[in-house]
C-alpha cells in the first residue's frame, strides 16, 4: 500500500514537472527566452532527482 502511494505520488510529481520543464524549453526554442532556458535547465537536474528516487522505488518493488 505505501508502494502504490509513493509511486502514484512519484508519477504525479513527474508529470508536473515534465509539463513546466516542456513550457519553459519551448519559450526558449520559440520565443529566445532567456529566462525560460535558465528555469528548464534547473527544472531538468530537479527532475532528474525525483527520475532516480522513482527507478529506486521502483526495483525495490520489483525484487519483493
Known amino acids: 500500500e505505501n508502494f502504490k ?3 502514484n505520488e512519484l508519477i ?3 508529470k ?6 516542456l513550457v519553459d524549453a519551448a ?3 520559440e520565443k529566445g527566452n532567456k529566462a525560460a ?3 528548464a535547465r534547473k527544472a ?5 532527482k525525483v527520475l532516480k528516487e522513482f527507478r529506486k522505488v521502483s526495483l525495490e518493488e520489483s525484487k519483493k
Open 44 to 48: 531538468s537536474l530537479e527532475l532528474e
Open 12 to 14: 504525479a510529481k513527474i
Open 5 to 7: 502511494k509513493s509511486m
Open 37 to 39: 532556458g535558465t528555469r
Open 27 to 29: 519559450a526558449q526554442a
Open 16 to 21: 508536473e514537472m515534465s509539463e513546466a520543464l
